[in-house]
């Protein structure tokens, strides 16, 4: 039993090494976007659950063969498992390839290009998903016959080895191995993990212990030969392991807004909040063995464990409820943030914690009781936790959160968990706080109906005080504007030029006259008059505004939809803007814009979101995104690249991405003090003076420069920038050990290990 722990405990933490390296390679080859996203996850999760279907099938097919058969399934399973890392990367990388050829000789729109990535994405992803769901039924049909003692917590038992991996998976993978490895060799070690997995079980599957037969259906409860599984008490098993799964995949896309404010955009936030997740869920599955070993409650049968088991479901269902609330207390804005990852990890930590905790409790719990030891019930019921899952981030990206919000998003939640404790009886039982008829609580192991009446009052009385008495992050912003979508909440603010615009809580951009200059520079460096514009990433549509000043067609791609809805809010000439001919914005991702528009552009101008760590960001960073772009050039065009700084390494990869995707690169600090401008061409760029640079530039858009200049004229805005162009081998030089900065090896991203061992250098 310890092997197969081990083998599950390895599984689980390259499962979540999977998960997140393929979410990441996808995003790298069809987009940063929220249904790119949801179909990767959907894809994942619906490949568990038919894997975990399908595999219960299977054993129940082959029931009466001995244990060394279902490990040597097993091991099979964990082989395929482990080909996955070294196929799904170039598989995916194939597939961009051919739909960016077939996009040049067929006009899809994005709904028909979504189409088509998610059928591709699924035809890679769904048979080695299939594998990883098919492992908890093969597991268990395999210590059914080997140690029949164990068999009616079997899952249980698997599930905690499980979430324990996937928690170290979530550290290692993002504070260790990525920053290390980089993505494919982080791939490479997951896969090297699962062939070792695979090597093991069919060594042991050869073993004399794997060599017993399965039990006979008549010895074991549940099987069609032998006495049948009773109903249970209440009948609740199946729809809350939906609702838990649904839940919990919802509500992490609620906690990600609410927390990213405190901890920060970066992959350091996401990872801290899934292990948090995980760990907590850990700590569930491991109070609920213990219980469940005090409470004799293994099996499911008739008598005192029923009830007993059914009167915990209801309470945990309750409390679950409950805790589901305490996100709004723990993103409270009020409560003091002075060091602001420590904190930041503590609100996560008891914000979603306790709801984990109990959710992890319930989970092994409902498909122990249901499934007593059956793989194929086992399946059947993760299956359903599965399908949950599913339903869950889809529910909540695309429905709740952009017509109620955060908080009413969790309140609805909160209460499918309540209507589930408190009345049972939909679903064939008691009601909560009824004492079975005919027996007292005593009798059938019932706590008393007034304790448990109790735990539902305190859970309504906590519940309602946090949804009246806490406060969302926007309070800070009296007056501000407040938009919400599928992909983030935005919030516009200040007056004036102090105006600002937040996503998820994150500082995007102000009022510069930087974001004119980003447009104005690499215009006016073109040796003929601009025909076609492409702004890539709109925020406060300053860098959009200031190209449409020069009279040309201008596209800007933003993708969050809500952001240039504020635009107005920003410039009062916003909505003459938007009703000019000229003027096209697109709501999609930059590099998938890219891939699939067959224009050409004279400038592209890039300004990606802050801060330079951001997670994601590297995707507009890195040698495959210039390289990319370059081809949406026209001969002599010219890409403006915003870098607001950085460290040395950083700079120094980011340079060498540059210069390695384009054979003519200048590079000027900006205005204001800060930040580099770098321009990139596929031919010569002329060296002008400050005083040409005002001759090349229309009269509107001269104006348009001048708007906020702190310079009298034209050329006396142009003239620090052009006495600040530095070398571009001099920004490589800052760090002459930097690798460059690739979409495999992210550093801007993953620092953690960097940063540590030079404080301890220090």
């Known amino acids: 039993m310890n092997l197969i722990f081990c083998f599950f405990l390895l599984s689980g933490f390259c499962s979540l090494v999977y998960q997140v390296v393929w979410l990441r390679v996808a995003m790298a080859d069809f987009g940063v976007t929220t249904p790119l996203i949801s179909m990767v996850l959907s894809v994942f999760m619906a490949g568990l659950a038919l894997g975990s279907w399908g595999g219960g099938r299977l054993v129940r097919r082959f029931e009466s063969r001995p244990a060394g058969f279902f490990i040597g399934l097993y091991a099979a399973s964990e082989f395929v498992i482990g080909v996955s890392g070294l196929a799904v990367g170039p598989l995916l990388g194939w597939g961009r390839v051919l739909l960016a050829a077939r996009v040049a000789h067929a006009a899809w729109d994005s709904s028909g290009y979504y189409f088509a990535s998610g059928g591709w994405i699924a035809l890679v992803l769904l048979p080695f998903c299939t594998c990883m769901g098919a492992t908890f039924p093969l597991a268990m049909a395999g210590i059914r016959a080997a140690f029949h003692n164990e068999a009616p917590r079997s899952f249980s038992y698997l599930y905690l080895a499980n979430v324990l991996g996937a928690m170290a998976g979530a550290f290692g993978s993002a504070f260790v191995f990525i920053e290390l ?194 793989p194929g019930r086992a399946g059947r019921a993760y299956a359903v936790n599965a399908l949950g899952c599913i339903a869950g981030p889809l529910l909540s990206g695309f429905f709740l959160l952009p017509i109620v919000g955060e908080r009413w998003t969790l309140a609805l939640l909160a209460i499918l968990f309540f209507v589930l404790g408190v009345s049972p009886a939909l679903w064939g039982g008691p009601a909560f706080g009824r004492r079975p008829t005919g027996a007292s609580a005593a009798d059938q192991g019932v706590r008393p109906t007034y304790t448990r009446g109790a735990l539902l009052i305190a859970a309504t009385v906590v519940s309602l005080l946090l949804v009246g008495l806490t406060r969302d992050f926007e309070t800070l912003y009296p007056g501000a504007q407040v938009r919400r979508d599928h992909t983030a909440t935005v919030v516009a603010t200040g007056q004036g030029m ?51 000043s020069w009279g040309v067609p201008v596209t800007a791609v933003e993708l969050v939809p809500s952001v240039p809805s504020l635009f107005g809010y920003f410039h009062s000439d916003a909505g003459d803007l938007l009703r000019s001919p000229l003027a096209s914005i697109v709501i999609d991702d930059a590099r998938r814009f890219l891939e699939r528009t067959p224009e050409m552009y004279d400038a592209i101008v890039i300004d990606p979101p802050p801060p330079i760590e951001a997670a994601g960001s590297s995707l507009l960073y890195s040698r495959e995104f210039y390289e990319l772009a370059a081809h949406r050039l026209r ?128």
């Open 181 to 374: 490895l980089g993505f494919s060799g982080t791939l490479r070690l997951a896969a090297a993990l699962n062939t070792a997995i695979a090597a093991s079980a069919w060594a042991f599957a050869r073993s004399g212990i794997a060599s017993r037969r399965s039990l006979l259906r008549a010895e074991l409860p549940g099987t069609s030969r032998g006495i049948a599984i009773p109903a249970s008490a209440d009948g609740m098993e199946l729809p809350l392991l939906f609702a838990s799964g649904l839940s919990s995949l919802a509500m992490e896309v609620v906690w990600t807004r609410q927390f990213v404010p405190f901890l920060g955009p970066v992959v350091y936030s996401f990872a801290t909040i899934l292990a948090v997740y995980l760990a907590a869920t850990a700590a569930g599955s491991r109070v609920y063995r213990a219980w469940a070993r005090r409470a004799g409650t293994g099996g499911a049968g008739a008598g005192p464990n029923n009830a007993a088991a059914s009167a915990v479901r209801r309470s945990a269902a309750v409390l679950a409820g409950g805790c589901a609330l305490l996100p709004l207390l723990a993103a409270d804005p009020r409560i003091p943030s002075r060091h602001r990852l420590l904190i930041g990890a503590l609100r996560v930590a008891w914000g979603i914690g306790p709801l984990c905790g109990v959710l992890g409790f319930l989970t092994p719990m409902l498909v122990d009781r249901w499934s007593a030891g059956d």
């Open 635 to 762: 001969r002599g065009g010219i890409l403006q690249q915003w870098l607001p700084g950085g460290e040395p390494i950083v700079v120094s990869a980011i340079a060498q991405a540059l210069g390695r995707s384009f054979p003519y690169v200048r590079v000027f600090h900006s205005i204001e003090g800060w930040g580099l401008h770098f321009l990139a061409s596929p031919t010569l760029m002329v060296r002008h003076t400050a005083a040409e640079f005002a001759a090349r530039i229309p009269p509107a858009a001269a104006g348009d420069l001048l708007e906020w200049s702190p310079a009298a004229t034209v050329e006396g805005q142009f003239q620090p920038v052009v006495a600040g162009e530095i070398a571009l081998q001099t920004l490589i030089d800052s760090d002459p050990h930097a690798p460059m900065l690739t979409d495999d090896r992210p550093i801007n991203e993953y620092y953690f290990l960097r940063r540590q061992f030079r404080k301890t250098a220090r």
């Open 498 to 548: 102090d105006r600002m615009l937040r996503v998820n809580g994150v500082g995007i951009t102000n009022l510069t006259p930087i974001t004119k200059m980003m447009a104005h520079l690499s215009l006016a460096s073109l040796e003929a008059p601009p025909q076609r514009i492409l702004v890539l990433c709109f925020g406060m549509g300053t860098s959009f505004r200031s190209a449409l």
